[in-house]
């Protein structure tokens, strides 16, 4: 949400909640075996959607009418709470889903959570932490997976280069110079693998092309934001150009990547090798053709 000077607090506020409630959704609740009997017992009147869930204020509407009813006895009406009518409420549920499980583990790698975070030590508590390790643990999954097939296409393809570092959201690589766009193809290829694990241990049968592959891969000879940038400070107030000689990077997506090698990943003096002997191998199986 944009920052706007102009809303009072209370109308940002609202606003907030809106946007909460498009995007998380609201709470509704899935009532128990004992809140549906009770419902039909009592003839309480709910409003159920169609996913069958109810809502807070409904649920409360049963808890007061049992207090009234059952000389004080205490019932379990609500099996489950989920999210609700909001555009990720699904991905929010079924985090919910993981860090509640009895043992908690990622989705792709099956990394478990600390066993002081199980939910035979904690109960409900601590859910903003456990909801948010899924999805950091998760990012870590996706992490290893492409550090693994990095390492692997280098070995096969004798990609001359090795892992820098990773911050946050970007994995580094340093490559010699002519292996730079054979490294850039991998590295799309990587996130394309590596997506494909996460579709398909999420019980997904397509994967978008849209996230198939990076935006954009950097090719730069030194480490910044962004490739165009000539970092002027304070203590380089010439510029990388000027200063160092160091020209501005490429920002390369898949279809300039595979112009660039020709969507190979084989040395192109590797080709020209196989080719050539391919082409020996045919003179000399002609040669031994009979006339």
């Keep these: 949400m944009q920052f706007n000077h ?6 940002a506020e609202e606003k907030a909640r809106q946007m909460y409630a498009a995007t998380k959704g609201i709470r509704r609740c899935v009532l128990s075996e004992d809140g549906e009997w009770l419902v039909e017992e009592l003839g309480i009147s709910v409003e159920k959607a169609e996913n069958g869930t109810v809502s807070t204020a409904d649920v409360r509407k049963i808890q007061r009418e049992v207090a009234k009813r059952s000389n004080g006895a205490k019932w379990t009406v609500v099996k489950q709470r989920v999210w609700s009518g909001g555009t990720e409420s699904q991905m929010f549920n079924k985090l919910e889903c993981i860090a509640t499980s009895q043992f908690p583990r990622t989705p792709v790698l099956g990394c478990s959570i600390s066993r002081a975070l199980e939910p035979s030590a904690v109960g409900h508590e601590f859910m903003t932490s456990r909801v948010n390790w899924v999805v950091q643990s998760s990012a870590v999954d996706y992490l290893h997976l492409m550090l693994v097939s990095m390492r692997w296409l280098f070995e096969e393809f004798n990609i001359d280069g090795r892992f820098c570092i990773s911050i946050h959201d970007e994995v580094r690589y340093l490559v010699t110079s002519e292996d730079r766009y054979r490294a850039a193809l991998a590295l799309q290829i ?6 494909c694990m996460f579709a398909y241990k999420l019980e997904m049968q397509d994967l978008p092309q849209s996230v198939a592959f990076f935006s954009a891969v950097d090719v730069d000879q030194c480490l910044r934001k962004e490739v165009t940038m000539d970092c002027q400070t304070p203590s380089n107030v010439s510029g990388l150009q000027r200063r160092y000689g160091i020209p501005e990077g490429e920002a390369l997506d ?3 990547i595979i112009e660039k090698t020709n969507g190979s990943l084989v040395k192109r003096k ?3 090798n196989r080719k ?4 020996d191998n045919l003179r000399e199986a002609a040669r031994q053709l009979p006339n």
Excluded: D, G, M, V
């Excluded at 990587?190 to 997506?195: G, I």
């Excluded at 050539?276 to 082409?279: E, G, S, T």
């Design 6 to 11: 102009r809303l009072t607090s209370r109308e």
């Design 254 to 256: 898949i279809y300039q």
């Design 270 to 272: 590797q080709t020209q």
């Design 190 to 195: 990587t996130n394309l693998l590596t997506r």
């Design 276 to 279: 050539q002997a391919q082409r």
